[in-house]
């Protein structure tokens, strides 16, 4: 990777950010619509999961907090990038780079990216570890598949 591809890489990631930003802003509580299936038991626990009773909880602000961590996560991706750019002017300064440079650059975008996982219901670990969705089934003791014990 040569400093030319960082720069580029910082545009492209920076070009997405005011899409994620807009995609965030149309599901701002007030301005997305409250989801309205009807008026029994089932229709009101829908309305309760979808949008919450007047709209902005449930999936809809579960949705407007990762929408935001990603538009943080992002700009924070191409900011780092920029810097790390400045910083390496040349393809030699970039080989000696060391990981606490590239760590110290990426590292709020890495906590955003975490708590985007945190935001969205995911059990994330520390930068690292695995990641893994939370799920509701059970392991049956089998250590086959997923749910078993990492040695």
């Given amino acids: ?21 807009e995609a965030r802003n149309r ?22 999961q979808t949008s919450g009773p007047n709209g902005g909880a449930g999936l809809q602000g579960k949705y407007y907090n990762v929408l935001a961590d990603l538009a943080e996560g992002l700009q924070d991706v191409s900011n780092g ?10 393809t030699e300064e970039l080989n000696r780079m060391k990981t606490s440079d590239l760590l110290e650059a990426l590292g709020n975008a890495s906590a955003d990216f ?20 939370t ?13 078993g014990t990492k040695t």
């Fill in 1 to 21: 990777m040569n400093t030319a591809s960082m720069d580029l890489f910082a545009k492209n990631v920076a070009a997405l950010v005011p899409h994620v930003v």
């Fill in 27 to 48: 599901m701002a509580s007030g301005t997305a619509s409250v989801v309205h299936p009807g008026g029994f038991y089932d229709a009101y626990q829908l309305r309760s």
């Fill in 81 to 90: 990038m920029q810097k790390l750019s400045k910083k390496y002017s040349t």
């Fill in 114 to 133: 975490q708590r985007l996982g945190n935001d969205s219901g995911a059990t994330v670990n520390s930068p690292g570890g695995s990641t893994n969705t």
């Fill in 135 to 147: 799920s509701t089934s059970t392991n049956s003791g089998n250590n086959s598949g997923s749910g």
